[in-house]
């Protein structure tokens, strides 16, 4: 397992190191102490899985409002997608900015995400599935999203025609966002 700093602070690329043999492969997707070491160790309190049907499918980009922001661990179990995240954290250098990574089921990577982004990904095949690690619990009333194609952020998505649920064709724009809430202040976490 290595780790790597990515270009926005507080974002880390995971690279898993599978033992392969005639039969398949084992992989250690987490270990407490690997990531105490990086100070990366959470109580991760959800697991969740999703799958998505059709290529071209984006989700997001979501967030929660303190106190229920939450950290995710993203890892694509089959297929591959190109993950997303937006810095939304109060006073940060890079808020605003965004980042990406392809995560797939061949290069076995995993993105670490703390409190304080939105997120969200686009499918580049069919029968993508996804789990991914929250260290908060999911409160409906603290969810936040920012429009998946917001002209401000200006995301470069491998699609121009996503398939997009009702409720994340109606989020707000990122100034909408910054006019009601300013940014995120992940200091405010219940953790």
């Keep these: 397992m290595e780790i790597r700093q990515g270009k926005i602070s507080g974002i880390f690329e995971i ?11 084992f992989i250690r997707v ?14 991760w309190v959800h697991e969740n899985h999703s799958l998505s049907i059709k290529k071209d499918t984006v989700r997001g980009l979501h967030f929660q409002f303190p106190p229920y922001i939450q950290t995710k661990l993203v890892r694509c179990i089959k297929g591959t997608m190109l993950d997303v995240w937006v810095d939304l ?6 808020f605003g900015r965004w980042d990406s990574v392809i995560l797939s ?12 982004f939105a997120h969200g990904f686009c499918t580049l095949v ?10 908060n619990i999911y409160y409906p009333d603290a969810e936040g999203g920012i429009m998946w194609n917001d002209t401000t952020i200006n995301i470069d998505w491998p699609t121009k025609k996503p398939i997009l649920s009702k409720k994340d064709s109606n989020l707000p724009t990122f100034t909408k966002f910054i006019e009601r809430y300013g940014s995120i202040d992940p200091q405010k976490a219940s953790l």
């Design 15 to 25: 690279i898993l190191s599978p033992i392969e043999d005639d039969r398949g492969f």
């Design 30 to 43: 987490y270990d407490k102490n690997f990531f105490s070491k990086y100070n990366l160790d959470r109580d």
């Design 89 to 94: 954290r109060k006073d940060s250098p890079t």
């Design 105 to 116: 089921e061949d290069n076995k990577k995993m993105i670490y995400i703390p409190g304080g």
């Design 126 to 135: 069919d029968n993508c599935e996804v789990l991914y690690k929250t260290d």
